[in-house]
Each structure stands twice: as C-alpha cells, then as structure tokens.
C-alpha cells in the first residue's frame, strides 16, 4: 500500500538542472569580465596610495623614495603590486606608474 508520498519526478530534477546550467552559463562570463575591471580599478586605488605615500616620504625626508624604502620606512606595510598582476614603479620625480609585467619565457 503506497500512501500519498510527494516529492519530485527524475523529469521535474533535469527541468532544474537544465535551468540551472542555462543561468550558470550565461552568468559565468559576465563574473569573469567584472573580475579584471575590479582588479583595474584596485590597482588605480594602489598607485594613488603609493604616491601619497611617496609625497609624504618627501616631505619628510626631502628625497624620493624607492618601493623598499617606503617598506622599510614603515610608509608602505607590503610591496605586493597591483591586485591585476601590474608592477608598481616610482621615477625619479616621485610619480608613481602601474607597468605591466612582462612574461619571461
């Protein structure tokens, strides 16, 4: 005697599996642009971290500074670079650029 037990069909589970895939699919590729715009303007936010970092090594030192003076000045905490894989690098005038890295073979 089977009593009145409700749950889903193996038809209604691939409906939401298809609807599921469908949604991954068409989300996937807008996550993935978003992803190296946010690391874009991550790196713009560190250039212009670094270079008040930098103004102020100036005013204090009357000199311009490298990356590991303003580390080991305790200006900068970490000289990691730029969240999209950019090199940060300051002249000789004190203006600090993102340069993109170079890949060695």
């Avoid at 409700?6 to 989300?27: C, P």
């Avoid at 103004?55 to 590991?68: E, H, I, R, S």
Wanted: proline share 3%.
């Amino acid at each position: 005697m089977l009593k009145n037990e409700k749950g889903f069909t193996l038809i209604e589970m691939m409906i939401v599996m298809l609807v599921i895939s469908v949604l991954l699919i068409v989300t996937i590729p807008n996550v993935a642009k978003h992803n190296s715009n946010i690391n874009n303007k991550g790196c713009e936010a560190y250039v212009k971290m670094v270079q008040a970092q930098v103004q102020a090594y100036v005013m204090d030192n009357n000199k311009v500074p490298t990356l590991d003076e303003l580390k080991t000045e305790g200006y900068l905490k970490d000289v990691k670079g730029c969240p999209n894989g950019n090199t940060v690098e300051i002249d000789s005038k004190g203006n600090v650029t993102s340069v993109e890295k170079v890949a060695s073979n």
